[in-house]
Nanobody, 116 residues
Framework: VQLMESGGGLVQPGGSLRLSCVAS????????MSWVRQAPGKGLEWVAG????????DYKDSVKGRFIISGDNVKNTVYLQMNSLKIEDTGVYYC??????????RGQGTQVTVSA
């Protein structure tokens, strides 16, 4: 299992970023996928998930209406579109397969910094 995130960066409040997660060694279409983040000095926090089969999307309350998780089965990639970013969205964002608490099925992360 390998997951490679990209797309992070520095953005002003109110801006947008699109994170990508390219998977290898398994299919994103047959596994529950999620995005989690870790803010400076804080623990891991689940942000969004998409379920295999149904495609059901779930979001942390604070990102509902601003973030969208999606998948591309052909590219075996999961995305996180982040709009109306806030300073409190700052952190390292990780893509995860299955249980996001398992570091063996998470990527290396991509840094998102929201700052004026």
């Amino acid at each position: 299992v390998q997951l490679m995130e990209s797309g992070g960066g520095l953005v002003q409040p109110g801006g947008s970023l699109r994170l990508s997660c390219v998977a290898s060694g398994f299919s994103v279409s047959t596994n529950d996928m999620s995005w989690v983040r870790q803010a400076p000095g804080k623990g891991l926090e689940w942000v969004a998930g998409i379920r295999s089969g149904s495609g059901r999307e779930d979001y942390k309350d604070s990102v509902k209406g601003r973030f969208i998780i999606s998948g591309d089965n052909v590219k075996n990639t999961v995305y996180l579109q982040m709009n109306s970013l806030k300073i409190e969205d700052t952190g390292v964002y990780y893509c995860a397969m299955g249980n996001p608490a398992d570091p063996r099925t998470r990527g290396q992360g991509t840094q998102v910094t929201v700052s004026a």
